[in-house]
């Protein structure tokens, strides 16, 4: 398929994300960052962590796009006491037959909402490692795949709240994206007075079915990345593992303890094509990488003792990475 081909096909195909776009703005004011990132996971198939105070509509803004795709959609509220069985499910004896048979948890649907995850332990993060890697569940012997589209949405509270335990590496790892969201100014927020304070029910319905999702994401495969866009990508990945071999960027090597995994580089690519398909674009531009990239690779980088001493964050690593790394 040439660029033009491709072109013409996302043009016709990015209406369905314009109508998903306008029922959520129904109910949320503002925050068209994270609407556009959460647009971004679903269509690149990649799993989304948002991470702000209390109060900030991070479970309505999943809550709502869940509701605009007529699929399957379960919240789980994550507590200390919860077990992996109450995600993934249990067998049960069956007196009648002398079998044990499956019952399965609400992992089993299109959409989930892990709501407040690092209220709950290590163990019960977890149960969580396999779903969000290879699409399917074991319960007992037997292996179950999940339903297509399967996205998780999680939330979360800043880590230095009481009562939350840190993600894993190999879970944080699993997340395409991580998201910062933040206070909305003074006048998005008299519009959310004025939406919300009457308490009118507003509703959104379902504009797209799970398989308009499926062939999306068949589509964005094909959209066109140039070589200069790939090394651009390697540059920033690599610039995390071996910042020394890297142009003013010598002062990173004693900040950085681990750099990004091969993942950020898959999940990078595969971002910026959904992130041009949001843009009503067939091939990627450097700009998609700087758009979604701090996204990809903020939670990916593990700082030593000495960047926290000096409370650098991971954020700054990231801002540097992207002012020194050389643009196509």
């Known amino acids: 398929m040439t660029i033009e081909e491709i072109n013409k096909k996302v043009i016709e195909k990015s ?50 796009t869940a509701n605009t795709i007529s699929a399957s959609f379960k919240r789980i509220q994550f507590t200390p006491d919860l077990l992996p069985a109450d995600l ?13 048979l499956p019952k399965k948890g609400p992992l089993f649907a299109n959409f989930i909402l892990a709501d407040e995850i690092n209220r709950a332990p290590a163990k019960v993060q977890s149960a969580l490692l396999e779903s969000m890697q290879e699409r399917q569940v074991t319960i007992g012997d037997t292996t ?65 079915k799970p398989k308009d999702i499926l062939q999306i994401r068949e589509l964005i495969k094909d959209i066109y990345m140039e070589s200069k866009i790939k090394d651009y990508i390697l540059n920033l990945v690599f610039a995390t593992r071996e910042p020394q071999n890297f142009k003013n960027l010598d002062e990173l090597a004693d900040l950085i303890e681990y750099g990004a995994s091969p993942r950020a580089s898959i999940y990078l690519a595969q971002a910026a094509k ?44 990231v801002n540097k990475l992207f002012d020194e790394i050389e643009v196509p």
């Open 144 to 208: 179950y795949p999940l339903p297509k589209p399967f996205l998780v949405m999680a939330t979360q509270n800043p880590i230095e709240q009481e009562g939350t335990y840190p993600l894993p590496e190999a879970q944080i790892d699993r997340f395409m994206l991580k998201l910062l969201i933040d206070y909305p100014n003074r006048e998005e927020e008299l519009q959310i007075m004025d939406k919300m304070v009457p308490n009118d029910e507003i509703t959104t319905k379902a504009v797209v």
């Open 88 to 100: 993934i499910g249990t067998l049960i004896y069956n007196q009648k037959t002398s079998e044990f």
């Open 274 to 317: 959904a992130h041009a398909f949001l843009y009503h674009r067939g091939y990627v531009t450097p700009d998609d990488i700087k758009a979604i990239g701090k996204d990809i690779l903020r939670h990916r980088i593990i700082l030593t003792y000495e960047a926290e001493a000096e409370q650098i964050t991971q954020e700054d690593i």
């Open 15 to 64: 209406e369905i994300i314009d109508k998903i776009t306008e029922e959520i703005r129904k109910v949320i004011v503002g925050q068209q960052y994270i609407v556009k990132r959460i647009l971004v996971g679903l269509l690149a198939d990649g799993h989304i962590l948002l991470e702000g105070v209390p109060g900030l509509a991070k479970t309505l803004i999943v809550h709502t």
